[in-house]
């Protein structure tokens, strides 16, 4: 599988490292549970922990690869709190204002926080994914390659828990990044740029759908491969909206509704005065046949859900209903 070339390319030379576990600690910069803690409240960025054994091949073989791989270990000490927590160690380990130890007998003995991470089943490698504020965390057992750990590294660091659904999301990922998984049927969106969208809608009154761009934001780049490119999706963007796609480091002068936007610092304008400074990717931003904002859409959108998405604005139903209430009576064309 082909990952992202700027982030992902897997490495074709594996350099062999000494068998035991704990003398190779691959290219990530590992800290302590103790200090992963600390830092995220501090400055919060998603916590990955692998949860291994000094015993256990497989563990060794993931240090040696997966997190020996360079493009891997730079995503991970650049948007991660990297934990290697050995599950037998004899240290006492105070997490969330709870204290651990092993009272385990003997060189195996588990480690009681082992039992909080593997709740269910002790198996190794292990690896723990969890939120910035560490309430919500993804268990992931056994070995991960490179191309395996690269999209849930995104699906963390992107912050798309609850927007999507993990495994979804990892066959998009799959679906972007590999040619040989593409889908067969695909579509095209007719993008116009911001100026032409703007007039067109002065003329033929539509509402104008914006996609903000960032080049940093690798699930914006799922989106414009997989959900853009849905036939149901391109089909009812060109028939109903002026699809645009902005890149939000445009250097581009923006004229709209009497108003001069133009990029400052950096981004545009236009992101910042559309999301309210609350700057986040993927967006969208949807305007009205009038030109007038009608809302920014910070996240993620599946084309399962974009559909809804699509359907609430150009209906206008979201005038008179909420969309929680619209989710469960829609019944869409994608499953």
């Given at each position: 599988m082909k990952l992202l070339k700027l982030l992902f390319t897997f490495s074709l030379i594996v350099t062999l490292f000494p068998s035991h576990a704990q003398k190779n600690q691959g290219l990530v910069n590992w800290i302590t549970i103790e200090e992963a803690e600390k830092k995220a409240k501090a400055k919060p960025k998603p916590i990955m922990v692998d949860v291994y054994t000094d015993?256990?091949?497989?563990?060794?073989?993931?240090m040696n690869t997966t997190f020996s791989d360079p493009q891997v270990a730079e995503y991970i000490n650049k948007n991660f709190y990297a934990v290697a927590f050995n599950a037998e160690t004899k240290d006492t380990i105070t997490w969330q204002g709870k204290t651990y130890t092993n009272k385990e007998k003997g060189p195996r003995g588990t480690h009681e926080l082992t039992y909080h991470f593997l709740p269910e089943?002790?198996?190794?490698?292990?690896?723990?994914?969890?939120?910035?504020?560490?309430?919500?965390?993804?268990?992931v057992p056994g070995y991960l390659d490179a191309n395996t750990i690269s999209p849930i590294l995104v699906y963390y660091q992107e912050n798309l828990l609850g927007k999507a659904n993990i495994?979804?999301?990892?066959?998009?990922?799959d679906s972007t990044f590999s040619e040989d998984k593409k889908p067969l049927l695909q579509k095209e969106v007719k993008w116009y740029s911001i100026q032409e969208a703007f007039e067109l809608n002065s003329k033929h009154p539509k509402k104008i759908f914006i996609h903000l761009q960032n080049k940093e934001s690798i699930s914006s780049q799922v989106m414009d491969s997989t959900s853009y490119t849905h036939p149901v999706i391109a089909d009812y963007l060109n028939k109903n909206?002026?699809?645009?796609?902005?890149?939000?480091?445009?250097k581009e002068t923006v004229n709209i509704?009497?108003?001069?936007?133009?990029k400052k610092g950096k981004y545009h304008q236009l992101v910042s005065v559309g999301m309210n400074n609350k700057i986040?990717?993927?967006?969208?931003?949807?305007?009205?046949?009038?030109?007038?904002?009608?809302?920014?859409?910070?996240q993620y959108l599946t084309p399962k859900f974009m559909e809804q998405v699509l359907y609430f604005f150009?209906?206008?139903?979201?005038?008179?209903?909420?969309?929680?209430?619209?989710?469960?009576n829609f019944q869409g064309s994608i499953h």
């Open positions: 015993w256990c091949g497989w563990c060794k073989k993931m089943k002790r198996s190794y490698p292990s690896t723990v994914f969890m939120t910035g504020d560490m309430k919500n965390s993804t268990l495994n979804d999301f990892m066959a998009y990922f909206f002026y699809p645009v796609r902005f890149d939000a480091e445009s509704l009497g108003h001069t936007l133009e986040s990717f993927p967006s969208i931003l949807l305007f009205n046949e009038q030109n007038e904002l009608i809302t920014p859409i910070p150009k209906e206008d139903v979201y005038l008179k209903n909420s969309f929680a209430d619209f989710q469960k």
